[in-house]
């Protein structure tokens, strides 16, 4: 076996980008923030109060149990709609599904700042085909929400 073979590895936002952009129907968001990564991962990581501001189509997003990084949540919408939710949870790091729904946030400290990411969309068969259609209506959401997370920062540091 060659050593020098070479060696491609992706940070926590790269990773991000390469699931939402291999996922049909889903939307990708990124912004470099002038916060420290800490601050940043330590709103975005507080997925009971921070997933119902990013997304108004969730009321609520309750962890029912969680081991190690594994959590498991359950989100209502306004209207009363509920979904369960496997999500992975590291710093740094969030990968959330349920049966119809795929989301995620990434973030790696970048310079003085944080490079933050979010993604989200459906997971509904077909969707593929749909993609050119629903790329363009999806891209303004995943700023949005992005958006709504980091105006959290502004507010008196954590």
Wanted: contains cysteine; hydrophobic residues 45%.
């Amino acid at each position: 076996m060659n050593e020098s073979w070479p060696v491609a590895e992706l940070d926590a936002v790269r990773r991000l980008r390469v699931i939402a952009r291999s996922t049909p129907g889903t939307t990708f968001a990124e912004q470099l923030l002038d916060a420290p990564f800490d601050r940043v991962w330590a709103i975005a990581s507080d997925l009971e109060n921070q997933l119902p501001l990013m997304i108004t189509d969730i009321g609520t997003f309750t962890v029912t149990s969680a081991v190690g990084e594994r959590l498991e949540a359950r989100a209502r919408s306004p209207l009363g709609l509920r979904a369960r939710f496997d999500v992975v949870l590291r710093p740094g790091w969030c990968l959330m599904q349920s049966r119809f729904v795929l989301g995620g946030m990434a973030a790696v400290a970048e310079g003085g700042g944080t490079r933050l990411a979010f993604f989200g969309g459906l997971r509904l068969p077909g969707l593929g085909a749909a993609d050119r259609v629903l790329h363009p209506l999806m891209a303004p959401m995943g700023a949005r929400a992005l958006k709504r997370l980091t105006d959290q920062l502004d507010g008196p540091a954590r």
